[in-house]
């Protein structure tokens, strides 16, 4: 498994001290791959073909259009619009075809076999997804040949649940079998001492909210709510997740 490292991303972030920071690493990642496609590779004959093929999914399309580069958009959705309708005229003319149950029920299949092959492949998710795999791939190659990052991701606030998971598949792959059992030993503690912490925070935000508790300080819990949100669900997931 030959998987190009990205350390030096990988150690800011383990140094941003965040809840998870392979979320706040798949933020920018999904920012950058938000702004290739509004940028001037939009002109580039290659990059039109890979958008008319793939697109974008749902989320990605509405990031696009609210990015205010309404130019960029445009050309993309137009040449996009002409390829999915050449892709589903035959689906489209068994539509309007259709003179029985047997008929109808048949070209609505084909036609919905079209959208959703339309709607797979997202090119901002595949992006998003090469990146989550190598900062997965090098947190747990950093962890198995560097003492000092080590330290530093043991001192630091965990991960999500979802990136957690992801993490612990990828180490089998990217560490020895002798490493292996220490590393999903040492990842384990420290996820469970930072889910025994974002417990305790959430549930002083429930008390903060007794009458009696009006005037207690809110020891850093403000956010409690969304912080907890986050590292059941991960901020920024790729919809099809690495396996």
């Known amino acids: 498994m030959k998987i190009e490292l990205e350390t030096i991303p990988v ?31 939009v002109m580039n ?19 696009l259009a609210a ?15 002409e390829t999915t309708r050449v892709k589903a005229g035959a689906a489209i003319n068994g539509l309007l075809s259709a003179s029985n149950p047997r008929q109808a029920k048949k070209a609505v299949r084909a036609f919905h076999a079209v959208m959703d092959s339309r709607e797979k492949g997202c090119l901002v998710c595949s992006a998003m997804e090469e990146r989550l795999q190598r900062y997965l791939y090098t947190t747990c190659y950093l962890w198995g040949e560097d003492p ?27 560490l020895s079998s002798k490493l292996y059992p220490e590393f999903v030993r040492a990842m384990a503690q420290l996820e469970v001492a930072n889910l025994d912490r974002m417990a305790k925070d959430v549930h002083w935000m429930t008390q903060k909210y007794k009458s009696e508790n009006a005037d207690k300080p809110w020891h850093g819990c403000e956010d409690a709510h969304k912080r907890t949100v986050d590292t059941l669900t991960g901020r920024s997931r790729v919809i099809d997740p690495v396996r």
Request: include cysteine; hydrophobic fraction near 35%.
């Open 45 to 63: 004959p290659e990059t039109r073909v890979r958008v008319n093929e793939h697109g974008f999914c749902p989320k990605h399309w509405r990031m």
């Open 67 to 81: 990015a205010n580069k309404p130019q960029g958009v445009a050309l993309m959705g137009d040449t996009y619009l």
């Open 11 to 41: 150690w800011d972030g383990v140094q941003e001290n965040c809840e998870c920071f392979i979320c706040s690493l798949m933020s920018e990642a999904q920012k950058d791959a938000i702004n290739f496609y509004l940028g001037n590779s």
């Open 148 to 174: 000092s990052f080590r330290e530093a991701l043991s001192q630091g606030k965990g991960f999500c649940l979802h990136h957690f998971t992801l993490l612990l598949e990828i180490g089998e792959k990217a």
